[in-house]
């Protein structure tokens, strides 16, 4: 009998699941996924294909990876000057540059609206269009791409970019740097960052200072928590929220209120406290729904210091303690001690770093790439099981894991701590 090679057995999976995708999509009277700018985003996200999308990727992700071998697997796989294209397009404003309500510009048309020479604007696109971003239909002639025209039409998304090539980027090429000038430190202002934008100060602190800067941080932030996996409703879900009656949430560090917001729209006896830094909680009182102003209220506090909201029933640092090396995440924990009476619930919601061979290869990117992510911008990281059972302990023995739940297609947890009693540091 002869045995099916791996290379078969992808295009197998690839060709029964790309099957089930057609067949959903003609069920539902939906277009196939094609670069054509007048192709609807969001096709391919419906949850009875969520597990056919998956597993084309994932074959695909590995079928590229072994018809690359390994020598073009290590050179062509991850380009270096991939972001040249994409960070000059979001910095001169390319993708918005055609006439109004048009999807075609000539290359002379987007370089006098860009102020860039015009031989300039060609390299550039003709690069991306290499990545299925624009495309040239004829000699001269750039015409959008779905992906081109949803970086046109959506602003959030620039500034998602933006905040990449700007500030991700540069940190991402000085991290090498930065483990070798700082070797094993535990202080935030010692990663790539630093080094990359000259600056002693942490990159809160840093982007701070400079309105635009933190105008395209918090915006990239609100896009980002919107993806695939990281929205409110997996949290609402995945916690038994109505059991705690008429209770007080206090959300450390909780930003504009996203979700607290949630939370009070869909639990009409629970009251929230968002507290964050003075400007930043600014920005989340005047969005504020009118009807929430007597449940969700906002608070100024740094959670460096001792927390002053005494006797809640639940605390929860949401994508808080993975900016932060142990040394500061220890602290952080620490200070809300003081406030916790016996059976206070503290949760973490966080991603759990997956254990060797609990993912494909292709799911498991999205983790180790945020997890070095952290590594170059706030010498922190992402963490895994152990990791927080450690963290936990070392802030204090008071603290007890009583559960950890992954609810289903959210790449956070939600790790419960329960606060067992007082203890003396």
């Known amino acids: 009998m002869t045995v099916m090679t791996r290379i078969a057995e992808l295009a197998l999976i690839i060709s029964t699941n790309t099957e089930q995708v057609d067949a959903h999509l003609a069920r539902r009277g939906l277009p196939s996924p094609s670069f054509d700018p007048d192709s609807p985003a969001g096709t391919l996200r419906d949850s009875q294909i969520v597990a056919a999308r998956l ?52 290359f002379a048309d987007i370089a006098a609206a860009s102020s860039l020479p015009e031989a300039t604007v060609r390299r550039l696109l003709r690069h991306a269009m290499a990545f299925r971003i624009f495309q040239e239909p004829s000699e001269g002639i750039v015409r959008h791409t779905t992906a081109s025209k949803t970086l046109a039409d959506t602003p959030l998304l620039r500034q998602w970019m933006g905040m990449v090539s700007e500030e991700l980027w540069p940190a991402a090429t000085k991290t090498v740097e930065a483990l070798t000038k700082w070797p094993g430190s535990e202080e935030p202002n010692h990663a790539g960052f630093n080094i990359a934008h000259d600056t002693d100060a942490t990159i809160f602190d840093e982007i701070s200072k400079y309105s635009d800067r933190h105008r395209r941080y918090a915006d990239a932030m ?14 609402l879900k995945g916690y038994d929220w109505s059991s705690l009656g008429e209770s007080t949430i206090v959300d450390v560090g909780g930003s504009h209120g996203t979700l607290s917001i949630a939370i009070a729209q869909a639990f009409p006896s629970l009251r929230c406290v968002v507290q964050d830094r003075p400007h930043v909680i600014g920005l989340g009182q005047e969005n504020l729904p009118s009807d929430l102003h007597d449940r969700v209220s906002f608070m100024a506090h740094d959670f ?118 007082q203890r003396a540091y």
């Open 55 to 106: 597993a084309i990727l994932e074959a695909t992700d590995e079928l590229h990876a072994l018809m690359l071998g390994p020598v073009e697997l290590l050179t062509r796989q991850q380009p270096y000057n991939s972001w040249i294209s994409l960070q000059a397009i979001v910095k001169f404003g390319l993708a918005s540059s055609f006439p109004p309500g048009q999807v075609e510009a000539s």
């Open 222 to 235: 609100t896009f980002y928590s919107k993806g695939a996996g990281l929205e409110a409703h997996h949290i």
């Open 304 to 421: 460096f210091e001792e927390q002053p909201l005494r006797g809640a029933e639940i605390y929860t640092l949401r994508w808080i303690l993975h900016d932060w090396p142990d040394k500061y995440a220890v602290r952080i924990l620490q200070r809300l001690v003081p406030a916790l009476k016996p059976g206070a619930k503290v949760l973490v919601l966080e991603q759990v770093l997956p254990s060797v061979g609990e993912l494909s290869r292709y799911q498991e990117k999205a983790y180790r790439s945020m997890d070095l992510a952290m590594l170059a911008t706030h010498n922190a990281k992402e963490r895994d099981m152990e990791d927080w059972r450690q963290l936990f302990k070392m802030a204090d023995l008071g603290y007890e894991i009583t559960s950890v739940t992954t609810p289903k297609d959210s790449r956070l947890s939600i790790i419960e701590a329960t606060w067992q009693s």
